[in-house]
């Protein structure tokens, strides 16, 4: 079973960490948590994350590890003092478990336009048809 470690915290359920922190029940530990969406195209799994406003050269890391994706942003306010302001500043985070055909060593990004987008290559399967298997007693 992979462990999903963050912040010297070791989980057993990554996917329960990523539920966590999904908006809807704010609780997020790590940051404030970075949206995403993501989808299978020309056999890639595609995550696109909206990071606006960030410099990818100095403030986005992104890790896999143990089958779990890593997206880590730093986003500093540029106004000293805002009248309101609800936009979100700070450290930023999001892991995501990657598909079990993910080949991690062909993983790609790119940022355009406060969108960063992640591909993983995802390796070949061969669909095996269904079989009965006999009970031995």
Request: zero cysteines; charged letters at 30%; glycine letters at 8%.
């Amino acid at each position: 079973m992979a462990l999903l470690e963050r912040g010297g915290m070791r989980f057993p359920f990554p996917a329960l960490t990523e539920w966590l922190e999904h908006p809807m029940f704010g609780f997020r530990p790590f940051g404030q948590i970075i949206r995403i969406e993501d989808y299978v195209a020309d056999s890639r799994y595609v995550l696109r994350a909206e990071l606006p406003d960030v410099d990818p050269d100095k403030d986005v890391e992104v890790t896999v590890e143990d089958g779990v994706l890593f997206i880590r942003a730093e986003k500093t306010r540029k106004l000293a003092e805002p009248h309101r302001s609800e936009f979100v500043y700070g450290s930023l985070t999001r892991a995501v478990m990657l598909p079990a055909a993910a080949k991690t060593g062909d993983v790609k990004a790119t940022y355009k336009a406060g969108v960063l987008e992640i591909s993983v290559g995802l390796a070949e399967s061969e669909k095996e048809e269904g079989r009965r298997i006999t009970v031995e007693h």
